[in-house]
């Protein structure tokens, strides 16, 4: 089975909205190893809508079709799908109840215009839609499967579930698909790419290797397809070998967040954390916190933007910074030795450096970040250079100190 | 000059990524009034990529890839196009010098598979990416233009806005297209919808009125096309109709962020400022600091996430927060006094709430959020409640902060 999606609508193509919707459909067809072949995103143009499913059906069995199905006049998937298809509009009762019931239960009364909602394609099984006034449609045509449903995320994915998967599932042919991802930070692309050149070139024909890289963090993408148990076994058996061959930079797998990881870390030591960041501003501090459960042990931030604070809150000693500067290792490890005091844990994270666009000099350039790292075992700082994106330099020292805490933490 | 996106990358297909690139490109292109007819995703496959080509260079005149040319074996773009062109792969001096500079600044070597990176499309006009490795590419083919990028979005956006907008404007065609956005906080869509239901009923056909809800945030925004000087004389009456009518609520226009209008009130009344965060955790603290210049009036913060860091470093009464609870005016406004003191400033933000999922009672359910604001005007807190998701309460709490900050200094 190979699946295309279409999502229409001008707010996709101006940019007005981000189509989360197929991202969505594909993991969740992904998961019943239905593979998605291509995305399409068009105009509410007729034209352009019936040119697009005849180009999606000769490539594909299955052509998921999102948007376009509401009460507006710029709505008009409906009646181009009752061309394509060479077939009417019928009104449909029990589709009709549904939209009855949501505007009873909401105190309105139902228009002409929402009566039309009702109206679905002669030759479609319909896809009775509880969440919303637009039925999904589901039409068997020359041997491909087209489905049309709402472009709102929420409706969409009730119909989605409760409907079109099963369906799809029900007709089998659906092939095995496996992915797992392993999370890497503190390494390069290129650089992860040599270190595992002989893996990836004996890699057995079913099995493909991608590389996600997004700022301080790389990716690993391992997808395989065929039969589940040898698949299965198979894939174990390479995750092994890799996670064995760059262990160090790995800080988890598939959803895995590292703020997450380094929190459960922490909990099963009974560790408390406390920061104090300069450079990073708060970005450390939020990363840790939105994780759910954090309170638990992590105790508090103390930003220090200016040289006062750094001495009167943290106790840095005043000569240290003026004499090696905000920017030092001596500053960010006796930054760090004062946050844990002021919260009594025992770990902290510290971070000063040069977020910019100003203050950089030729010794200290923009993207210059120290570290500083404490826990039972001991503490240390590190120096980073990390281009010059303001924004990027924060996030990117901010992966890179957790990172650093969860290896000193394992 | 009709337009289409192709973006390549099996990450897009199976939902591992959602493509934001392509609305960010859709938008970009539409403020210069070219309309993007159609979007594609495909997979990493050369057969599919040339595929994609050929149709979309039927049905455009320019066609934008982003994706595949990073330099790991899973990237065939580069590739595949010269097989598309049927032209060769050639090392660009000044491409390589960018990627030796930036592996320079990181100090790190060049490998050999660093040095491909540097290979260009014999036929191309190769636009130099200050910001990665991976050049973008320009290609002009039997009337179609091909514009080949990294699918990063730093970098993709870095190109787009350098090189390839302007070279697509240079060649003229274009159409006059006008843009205003207006920025709301604090007000919800439908609320916002029902006061300006008048305006939006007199509107001149010629003008579009979209409403783009954000958390914590609407953006509205008027598009208008046509006659250039007609155009911008009546966008102007009517963003200042609709500023009037909506006043309170408008923290800026366009590409304003919130942060950077509050940090601009600050800098020109010479006040500094502090934050003390519970709740959000260091969130506003991160907003204010990610602009550029900041250090001149951001102290900054101390995340109190314990009660004793309430009391020992903001002086929080232990019997306040005893009897009152930490969710409460009372500890709120204690905190704002509090760091005011602490980081010797003349303006402060203190929050304290309940982001869930775990903490929330009968009497101060989850989403409960006290903000407390002061300025030389003055101290007051407020409550919010911001229902139930644990990063949305700290993303719009924070919003919410900053926006009440704002109406003070203004």
């Given amino acids: 089975m190979k699946a295309e999606i279409i999502t229409i609508g001008d707010e996709i193509l101006i940019g007005q909205i981000v189509d989360t919707n197929s991202a969505w459909i594909g993991q969740q ?47 008009i998937t409906k009646h181009t ?16 109840a549904i939209v009855e019931q949501l505007f ?25 839609n509880q969440v919303g006034t637009a039925s999904g449609m589901w039409v068997e045509d020359n041997g491909v499967i087209y489905v049309s449903m709402p472009g709102v995320p929420y409706e969409m994915k009730h119909l989605m579930t409760n409907k ?52 301080g963090s790389v990716r690993l993408r391992l997808t395989a397809s065929g039969d589940e148990i040898s698949v299965t076994n198979k894939m174990n058996e390479l995750v092994a070998t890799l996670s064995n061959q760059i262990q160090s930079y790995i800080y988890g797998y598939d959803d895995d967040k590292l703020e997450q990881v380094v929190g ?73 030795e004062g946050v844990k005091k002021l919260y009594k844990t025992e770990c902290a994270i510290a971070t000063s450096g040069v977020a910019g ?23 240390f700082a590190k120096k980073l250079s990390l281009g010059e994106n303001r924004l990027r330099i924060i996030q990117v020292a901010g992966l890179n100190a957790l990172n650093m805490l969860r290896r000193e933490l394992i």
């Fill in 104 to 128: 009873k239960s909401r105190g309105r009364e139902v228009s002409e215009i929402n009566r039309q909602q009702a109206e679905v394609l002669a030759n479609c099984k319909v896809l009775i």
């Fill in 29 to 75: 067809l992904n998961d019943v190893g239905i593979f998605v072949h291509q995305i399409t995103s068009i105009s509410d143009n007729k034209e352009h809508i019936k040119k697009a499913l005849k180009e999606a059906s000769a490539r594909a069995n299955v052509v998921l079709i999102t948007g376009g199905l509401g009460p507006t006049k710029d709505d």
């Fill in 164 to 215: 079109v998967i099963p369906k799809l599932v029900a007709l089998g042919g659906s092939q095995f698909i496996l992915h797992k991802t392993i999370l890497t930070q503190g390494v390069g692309e290129s650089y992860l790419a040599e270190m595992i050149a002989d893996f990836e070139d004996e890699l057995p024909p079913n099995f493909k290797l991608a590389y996600l890289p997004s700022p």
């Fill in 264 to 336: 459960n870390l922490l909990n099963k030591k009974g560790y408390k954390i406390a920061t104090a960041e300069s450079c990073t501003g708060g970005y450390i501090a939020h990363m840790l916190t939105s994780v759910a459960g954090s309170s638990s042990y992590y105790m508090g931030s103390t930003v220090t933007y200016s040289y006062a604070s750094k001495s009167d809150l943290l106790g840095v000693p005043a000569d240290v910074i003026l004499k090696q500067g905000a920017v030092s290792e001596e500053v960010v490890l006796a930054m760090v």
């Fill in 357 to 379: 666009p100003g203050g950089g000099t030729p010794e200290k350039p923009v993207g210059t970040v120290w570290v500083a790292i404490s826990t039972p075992k001991g503490t």
């Fill in 81 to 96: 799908l009752a061309e394509y298809f060479n077939t009417s509009l019928v009104f449909n009762a029990e589709a009709f």
